[in-house]
C-alpha cells in the first residue's frame, strides 16, 4: 500500500525565530497590525510504501526524527493518509 505524509516542522517555541519575527515586524507595514506572533518552518510532503499504517507511521517518524527535523531546534507532525 501507498500512503501520503504531510509533515510540519517548526522551530521549538523557547526558541527565537529571527525569519519569523522580521516577517512579523513588517506585517504592519503592508497594512495588517493586527498580525503578529509569525513563526516561520518548512512543509514536507512524502509518499512511502508500506504493508500497513502502523509500519508507514513508523517510518516517516524516524525519517523525521533523523533526517527531515533537528529535534534540538525543531518539533514536528505529520498526517498519513493511504493513498487509493
Known sequence: MKYKAEIDVMPLDALLDPQGKAVSNSMKNIG?????DVRIGKHIRLIIESDNKEEANKKVEEAC??????????QFQFQLVELK
Request: glycine letters at 0%; proline letters at 13%; a negative charge.
Open 32 to 36: 495588517l497590525p493586527e498580525i503578529s
Open 65 to 74: 526524527k533523523n533526517m527531515l527535523s533537528n529535534p534540538i531546534m525543531e
